[in-house]
């Protein structure tokens, strides 16, 4: 079962509004910007809770969006990363593997471009910072909690006892 908190419809109009207006868009930006598609008139009518808004019309002004369709309808859910105070990679690790595996190649390299950002050549560990994870995520083409057990199950994290 998934779990998923409560939210007014209210609640919901008002997150899809924030989205709106955290992209920059007025009602009638969001109009021209789709072509047409998706109405200020309709949007508005959304935003404020007059008109019913289906599934599938959420998924497509999610992507429209470009926002996941939880940010979008403000079902934001707590992840156990960001749970965590301090993650640490194994860099000892990273230069252990023998694998040309792409994910741990594109590991590599990031932590080293973080290890001369930060000016860090201690080179046996590496703070990532929950930030530093939404980017590898990326990279990897993963979510923060896939990545993150990827790399606890690769033994690339350093797990203080």
């Known amino acids: 079962m998934i779990n998923i908190p409560e939210r ?9 509004k924030a ?13 021209a910007k ?11 009518s959304y935003e404020r809770c007059d008109r019913a ?14 926002v996941p369709l939880n ?4 079902l934001r859910t707590e992840s156990k990363t960001q749970s965590k105070e301090r993650i640490t990679l194994d860099i000892r690790a990273t230069s252990k593997s023998t694998s040309n595996d792409a994910a741990v190649v594109i590991l590599r390299s990031f932590a080293t471009f973080l290890c001369a950002k930060r000016h860090d050549w201690n080179g ?4 990532i ?16 909690e896939t990545t993150y057990d990827w790399l606890s199950s690769n033994g690339l994290l350093l797990i203080k006892p």
């Open 8 to 16: 007014s419809i209210e609640e919901i109009a008002a997150a899809m």
């Open 19 to 31: 989205v709106r207006r955290r992209k920059g868009m007025t009602l009638r930006e969001v109009e």
């Open 34 to 44: 789709s072509a047409g598609v998706w109405k200020a008139v309709v949007i508005g």
């Open 53 to 66: 808004l289906s599934v599938k019309k959420a998924i497509n002004l999610a992507n429209f969006y470009e």
């Open 71 to 74: 940010e979008l309808l403000g």
């Open 124 to 127: 046996e560990v590496l703070s």
């Open 129 to 144: 910072r929950s930030g530093d994870l939404a980017t590898l995520g990326l990279l990897l083409n993963r979510d923060d």
